[in-house]
């Protein structure tokens, strides 16, 4: 875990070392040697700049997954949408579907009967769920079709739609509550960091 952390401090303060060398040689044509506080300085900034979340503002994928997390039910309610046949099909369109299309003879084979363990249990109706998964570059897409009594177009009660966005960052921390090994774990955004109607 040493080995980590000090690999990854080598990366950054070699990489701030060559930013000041462009700015110094190349921007200003100076011949002075780098300030190591400088490169200290430089190495602080990017680690800073690497975890903040501004810094996603920059990547193509976050605002795809932004746009998508329009789809979200409250955020889409609160913004005036309805959710009908309509909101169903843009929410089937990212898993390259629609209810039209949709393979209802899979749904039924892979549907899991609800027990008293799921949230959406009801006791004095059947209720059955698919769910369905697809990772799209860095954004996991994943729906889950509720259904009650049957399977079929007209007994589905609600889809529930997911998105995880990977943020390719890291982060250090235990691997369990009761363990004190450090290890790094990958930071995923889910659409809930963002506010209704933003």
């Not at 000041?20 to 921007?27: F, G, Q, S």
């Not at 209802?104 to 769920?129: F, M, Q, R, V």
């Not at 729906?143 to 529930?160: N, Q, V």
Request: net charge positive.
């Amino acid at each position: 875990m040493l080995f980590v952390i000090i690999f990854f401090l080598l990366i950054v303060f070699t990489l701030s070392y060559f930013i000041w060398w462009l700015i110094y040689r190349k921007a200003f044509k100076s011949k002075k040697k780098i300030s190591k506080i400088l490169v200290f300085i430089g190495g602080i900034g990017l680690i800073t700049f690497y975890y903040t979340p501004y810094s996603y503002y920059l990547e193509p994928s976050f605002w795809e997954f932004k746009n998508i997390c329009k789809l979200d039910p409250e955020i889409y309610q609160f913004n005036g949408g309805k959710i009908d046949e309509e909101y169903y099909n843009k929410v089937l369109k990212y898993f390259d579907t629609s209810l039209d299309t949709l393979d209802w003879e899979s749904i039924e084979k892979n549907s899991t009967l609800l027990t008293p363990e799921y949230l959406d249990y009801d006791e004095n109706n059947e209720k059955y769920l698919y769910s369905y998964k697809i990772q799209k570059s860095r954004i996991k897409y994943i729906a889950h079709l509720l259904f009650e009594h049957k399977i079929d177009k007209r007994h589905l009660m609600k889809i529930e739609f997911a998105l995880i966005w990977d943020t390719k960052r890291k982060y250090l921390t235990t691997k369990g509550m009761s363990s004190y090994e450090l290890v790094f774990k990958p930071y995923r955004e889910t659409c809930n960091i963002f506010e209704k109607g933003d």
